[in-house]
T-cell receptor
């Protein structure tokens, strides 16, 4: 079992829809949980990070961590075509482990 | 833009050659990490440098080595290149080794080994 599992997609949704992106993990030592957005031919861009369990909101983005289920989510409200990118989850104990990324397409 | 720069943008090398990639960290950041990202994969941690010392290493062989300089710029060196080394190489900087959850990535160097 890989330490971090993420559905690679692609995921296609219409503009304005709520997007749900998820990752599961196996290492209970992870304490920080991050979401990055990566546009084609660019480096990853940090969207938000969460410490331990709970929710965090930043504009249209909400991150959720459920440590009991070893499951994290990123929700995007009112999705826009500019949100089309690959979304990477990442987690850390003493080093950072990334998921494979989910390719998201927002259809105008 | 994150303020992290990398050079060169693209590079083509032949199997068996050596390559040096460069990274300039964001101002005020003293910790840099290097990652390898193969096509369709997430970034894989190579190593981290904090104040010019290696501060953690992923599952990469010794032919991957690095340096960090007093101005916190850094280099990734790869010897005896193999075809599987073809990837996007990313560096990321943070304020300190305890804040790796808040990394800022450069645009990457795309290395092709033929």
């Amino acid at each position: 079992q890989k330490e971090v599992e993420q559905d690679p997609g692609p995921l296609s949704v219409p503009e304005g829809a709520i997007v749900s992106l998820n990752c599961t993990y196996s290492n209970s030592a992870f304490q920080y949980f991050m979401w990055y957005r990566q546009y084609s031919r660019k480096g990853p861009e940090l969207l938000m990070y969460t410490y331990s369990s709970g929710n965090k909101e930043d504009g249209r983005f909400t991150a959720q961590v459920d440590k009991s289920s070893k499951y994290i989510s990123l929700f995007i409200r009112d999705s826009q075509p500019s949100d089309s990118a690959t979304y990477l989850c990442a987690m850390s104990d003493d080093k950072i482990i990334f998921g494979k990324g989910t390719r998201l397409h927002i259809l105008p | 833009e994150t303020g992290v720069t990398q050079s060169p943008t693209h590079l083509i090398k032949t199997r068996g050659q050596q390559v040096t990639l460069r990274c300039s960290s964001q101002s005020g950041h003293n910790t840099v990490s290097w990652y390898q990202q193969a096509l369709g994969q997430g970034p894989q941690f190579i190593f981290q440098y904090y104040r010019e010392e290696e501060n953690g290493r992923g599952n990469f062989p010794p032919r991957f080595s690095g340096l960090q300089f007093p101005n916190y710029s850094s280099e990734l060196n790869v010897n005896a290149l193999e075809l599987d080394d073809s990837a996007l190489y990313l560096c990321a900087s943070t304020r300190g080794r305890e804040t790796s959850y808040e990394q800022y990535f450069g645009p990457g160097t795309r290395l092709t080994v033929t």
